[in-house]
């Protein structure tokens, strides 16, 4: 049990329940005092989600439509726990998603591209965003975070405006892929009939998990994955070992663009939402990501259920009591998450400390027992 | 013209508020990034406080409570990111971020289940104050004169005068500075941290209700404040986390953002048929030109972000 406790991967493990378990209870906390009866029912229909559906054909549709928009949120909780690996912040991953879902639209309403273009225009717009952010931080100092959320708006702005290109005048959403943009339409791979026929599920579900190992073997397994670390463990200590530390910090910020900007496609091309061109407040998709990869505990596995996870309770917010409650309970809850995040670090400090007690004990008890051995030597 | 002077100074004392906020919290050395957080949380507070007071109310007594009723759920607000950066330990950056995911989440769900409570069709996040906005302006041939605008100068001069002329200020920077040193004087450095952060909170909160209360009479809590609280501490970087420079600062950035909400009120402007996006855009551009080229010699307090560790050297 002790060893279990002691291996990192288990307590991360703990510390993640203990922040769900935080974020649910002061979630529930807030219902009861919004109004408390009905406050159960409601944290409970939070947490079900599909099962909310009683029959199983229906669960299945539901499955697939928080399984669709999980690809996307995983791919941007990759992006942001890539460059948090090199000890960036990259906050900016909401920014890199728009630039993103603007470039896909942009190619498959507009330029009638064929999917696999589409998702690599995508990744490139990401990536350019990501390199502006990483430019800015290697060559001019300049805040990570400051930079990316003023690119964020900025992206917003932009592709509001490039998009009003791509819709009916009397309507304030893009066209649908389905009518303008067939060929961009991810293939589903047969995966819809698992899920009850929701045409959305589709080959993004596999791609982003794909995505998710290759992250990990490029963090885990290459001299590139080490050397980046190394840059993000100490700046100068790396560039004294002859790391190109500039460049690594532009290449992560890129990578972890691209990983936001095919999010971006993963989300639009499934043809599942039309962008809206008057919308005036940056996507979630990218924060949700910084919860889902802060609580797979930074590790890219992790981020696989810890993305499920978070989509799955965003997705329960409506099927709260709406007469009574409000669907931002689970953003409200998904952010206390991420709050309590904060102090994993703490936790886990506490964890291997009083293991560490435990051990401590433990040592002096024998160191005791052969002393009195020695002695007992002494007396024969 | 008089539009725009009035929004540029408006928009520069929502940023000289907050950046203030920023500057406080920065010298004392902890980075809040949940600026944009307190501020929804200032703005919902204030514009609650707004919707309660009874008609009666008189023009200054609705000023005074709206503007108390900011400051402290800021304030209170901010305890979230001192427990846990200055006891947890927590990673400052993460923390100010999730505060300011909970500050929009937050304010929604209060301001919908109020709505939704006084009238079940009513499931929107907005609150209006038409009449009681008026209390904060005179009109003066067509200049709508603001009291923030008094209440921001005299909080900059206050600040300027607490930061570089008493013990409680120096202190305070010495904390951000070279925490241990501080500390081996006899300065309760958690103490003087808990300071900075709870008056970074009570400026956050202030700056909130004056940008819900800039050129609009309601407010829909599901917006946040786009970015403003970010904006601000690109003020606060330009102004070299100096108040007398962070006003200069705030006046610059507060010009282009003014920009984008009376440019169709200038005849040459509009004709160059430039789309408002543009407009939008500009000052986050602009922000990121002047970060470019003033961030590499920045003079941050040094300590700013390092959780402070008795132990350490």
């Given at each position: 049990?002790?060893?279990?406790?002691?291996?990192?991967?288990?307590q991360s493990?703990?510390?993640?329940?203990?922040?769900?378990?935080g974020?649910?209870?002061?979630g529930?906390?807030?219902?009861?005092?919004?109004?408390?009866?009905?406050?159960?029912?409601?944290i409970?229909?939070?947490v079900?989600?599909?099962?909310?559906?009683?029959?199983?054909?229906?669960?299945?549709?539901?499955l697939?439509?928080?399984?669709?928009?999980?690809a996307?949120?995983?791919?941007?909780?990759?992006?942001?726990?890539f460059?948090?690996?090199?000890?960036l912040?990259?906050?900016?991953?909401?920014?890199?998603?728009?630039?993103?879902s603007?470039?896909?639209?942009?190619a498959?309403?507009?330029?009638?591209?064929?999917?696999t273009?589409?998702?690599?225009?995508?990744?490139?717009?990401?990536?350019?965003?990501?390199?502006?952010t990483?430019?800015?931080?290697?060559?001019?100092?300049?805040?990570?975070v400051?930079?990316?959320?003023?690119l964020?708006w900025?992206g917003?702005?932009?592709?509001?405006?490039?998009?009003?290109?791509?819709?009916?005048a009397?309507?304030a959403?893009?066209?649908?892929l389905?009518?303008e943009g067939?060929a961009?339409?991810?293939?589903?791979l047969?995966?819809?009939?698992?899920?009850?026929?929701?045409?959305?599920?589709?080959?993004?579900i596999?791609?982003s998990?794909?995505?998710?190992?290759?992250?990990?073997?490029?963090?885990?397994?290459?001299?590139?994955?080490?050397?980046?670390?190394?840059?993000?463990?100490?700046?100068?200590?790396?560039?004294?070992?002859?790391m190109?530390?500039?460049r690594?910090?532009?290449?992560?910020?890129?990578?972890?663009?691209?990983?936001a900007?095919?999010?971006?496609s993963?989300?639009?091309?499934?043809d599942?939402?039309q962008w809206?061109v008057?919308?005036?407040?940056?996507?979630?998709?990218?924060?949700?990501?910084?919860?889902?990869?802060?609580?797979g505990?930074?590790?890219?596995?992790?981020?696989?259920?810890?993305?499920?996870?978070?989509?799955h309770?965003t997705?329960?917010?409506?099927?709260?009591?709406?007469?009574?409650?409000?669907?931002?309970?689970?953003?409200?809850?998904?952010?206390?998450?991420?709050?309590?995040?904060g102090?994993?670090?703490?936790l886990?400090y506490?964890m291997?400390?009083?293991?560490?007690?435990?051990?401590?004990?433990?040592?002096?008890?024998?160191e005791?027992?052969?002393?009195?051995?020695?002695?007992?030597?002494?007396?024969? | 013209?008089?539009?725009?002077?009035?929004?540029t100074?408006?928009?520069?004392?929502?940023?000289?508020l907050?950046?203030?906020?920023g500057?406080?919290?920065?010298h004392s050395?902890?980075?809040?990034?949940?600026?944009?957080?307190?501020?929804?949380?200032?703005a919902?507070g204030g514009?609650?406080?707004?919707?309660?007071?009874?008609?009666?109310?008189?023009?200054?007594?609705?000023?005074?409570a709206?503007?108390?009723?900011?400051?402290?759920?800021?304030a209170?607000?901010s305890?979230?990111?001192g427990?846990?950066?200055?006891h947890?330990?927590?990673?400052?950056?993460?923390?100010?971020?999730?505060?300011?995911?909970?500050?929009?989440?937050?304010?929604?769900?209060i301001?919908?289940?109020?709505?939704?409570?006084?009238?079940p069709d009513d499931?929107?996040?907005i609150?209006?104050?038409?009449?009681?906005?008026?209390?904060f302006?005179?009109?003066?041939?067509?200049?709508?004169f603001?009291?923030?605008?008094?209440?921001?100068?005299?909080?900059?001069?206050?600040?300027y005068i607490?930061?570089?002329?008493?013990?409680?200020g120096?202190?305070?920077?010495?904390?951000?500075?070279?925490?241990?040193a501080?500390?081996?004087?006899?300065?309760?450095?958690y103490?003087?941290?808990?300071?900075g952060?709870?008056?970074?909170?009570?400026?956050?909160?202030?700056?909130?209700?004056c940008?819900?209360?800039?050129?609009?009479?309601?407010w829909?809590?599901?917006?946040?404040?786009?970015?403003?609280?970010?904006?601000?501490?690109?003020?606060?970087?330009?102004?070299k986390?100096?108040?007398?420079?962070?006003?200069?600062?705030?006046?610059?950035?507060?010009?282009?953002r003014?920009?984008?909400?009376?440019?169709?009120?200038?005849?040459?402007?509009k004709?160059?048929?430039i789309?408002s996006?543009?407009?939008?855009?500009?000052?986050?551009v602009?922000s990121?030109i002047v970060?470019?080229?003033?961030?590499k010699?920045?003079?941050?307090?040094?300590a700013?972000?390092?959780?402070?560790d008795?132990?350490?050297r």
């Amino acid at each position: 049990m002790k060893k279990i406790l002691k291996s990192s991967g288990a307590q991360s493990f703990i510390a993640s329940l203990a922040c769900i378990f935080g974020g649910l209870l002061v979630g529930f906390l807030v219902l009861l005092a919004i109004e408390p009866t009905g406050a159960f029912q409601a944290i409970l229909n939070v947490v079900k989600n599909f099962f909310y559906y009683s029959r199983t054909e229906m669960q299945l549709k539901y499955l697939g439509n928080t399984l669709v928009k999980s690809a996307p949120l995983l791919m941007c909780s990759l992006s942001i726990l890539f460059s948090y690996k090199v000890g960036l912040f990259n906050i900016g991953a909401a920014g890199q998603y728009v630039m993103g879902s603007c470039a896909c639209l942009y190619a498959a309403l507009v330029l009638d591209w064929h999917w696999t273009a589409c998702i690599l225009f995508a990744a490139v717009a990401g990536a350019l965003f990501g390199v502006i952010t990483g430019l800015l931080k290697a060559y001019a100092n300049v805040n990570e975070v400051i930079s990316g959320i003023m690119l964020n708006w900025i992206g917003l702005y932009f592709t509001n405006m490039v998009l009003a290109n791509a819709k009916d005048a009397a309507s304030a959403y893009t066209y649908t892929l389905k009518a303008e943009g067939k060929a961009a339409i991810l293939p589903s791979l047969g995966l819809n009939a698992i899920f009850g026929n929701n045409q959305y599920v589709g080959i993004a579900i596999p791609l982003s998990i794909i995505f998710a190992v290759l992250v990990w073997l490029i963090l885990e397994k290459t001299k590139l994955g080490y050397e980046l670390k190394a840059t993000g463990f100490n700046r100068n200590a790396a560039k004294y070992c002859g790391m190109a530390e500039k460049r690594n910090i532009i290449l992560s910020l890129a990578i972890s663009g691209a990983l936001a900007g095919m999010a971006g496609s993963f989300m639009y091309q499934t043809d599942m939402e039309q962008w809206q061109v008057t919308i005036a407040s940056v996507p979630g998709m990218g924060f949700n990501g910084i919860a889902a990869a802060f609580l797979g505990g930074l590790s890219p596995i992790g981020a696989i259920f810890a993305s499920f996870f978070i989509q799955h309770i965003t997705d329960g917010g409506s099927n709260v009591d709406l007469s009574i409650y409000c669907s931002q309970i689970s953003d409200l809850i998904s952010s206390l998450i991420i709050y309590l995040c904060g102090f994993v670090g703490f936790l886990k400090y506490a964890m291997n400390s009083s293991n560490a007690g435990a051990e401590g004990k433990k040592t002096t008890e024998k160191e005791d027992s052969v002393k009195k051995d020695d002695k007992k030597g002494e007396n024969k | 013209m008089v539009l725009l002077i009035q929004y540029t100074l408006l928009f520069a004392c929502i940023l000289s508020l907050v950046a203030l906020g920023g500057c406080f919290s920065e010298h004392s050395g902890v980075i809040n990034l949940g600026l944009e957080g307190i501020m929804v949380m200032g703005a919902m507070g204030g514009a609650l406080m707004m919707k309660y007071l009874p008609d009666g109310t008189s023009a200054v007594m609705i000023v005074l409570a709206t503007i108390l009723a900011s400051i402290i759920l800021g304030a209170i607000y901010s305890l979230l990111l001192g427990v846990a950066a200055i006891h947890f330990k927590a990673d400052q950056t993460l923390v100010g971020t999730a505060m300011n995911m909970l500050g929009v989440a937050m304010a929604t769900v209060i301001v919908k289940s109020i709505n939704t409570i006084s009238n079940p069709d009513d499931h929107s996040s907005i609150v209006q104050y038409i009449s009681e906005k008026k209390a904060f302006v005179i009109n003066i041939n067509g200049f709508e004169f603001s009291w923030f605008m008094v209440l921001t100068l005299l909080i900059v001069i206050a600040s300027y005068i607490v930061l570089y002329k008493t013990k409680f200020g120096l202190r305070l920077m010495a904390c951000g500075e070279h925490p241990q040193a501080a500390d081996s004087v006899g300065i309760n450095v958690y103490k003087m941290r808990w300071a900075g952060v709870l008056i970074s909170g009570a400026l956050g909160g202030l700056g909130g209700i004056c940008y819900i209360t800039t050129g609009v009479s309601e407010w829909k809590f599901e917006y946040g404040v786009a970015g403003f609280g970010f904006l601000s501490l690109a003020v606060m970087i330009f102004g070299k986390w100096k108040p007398q420079n962070i006003v200069l600062a705030a006046l610059l950035f507060g010009f282009f953002r003014a920009l984008s909400n009376v440019y169709f009120g200038f005849d040459f402007l509009k004709n160059l048929n430039i789309p408002s996006g543009i407009y939008n855009m500009l000052p986050y551009v602009i922000s990121l030109i002047v970060l470019a080229f003033t961030s590499k010699r920045s003079r941050a307090p040094k300590a700013e972000g390092i959780p402070y560790d008795k132990g350490t050297r």
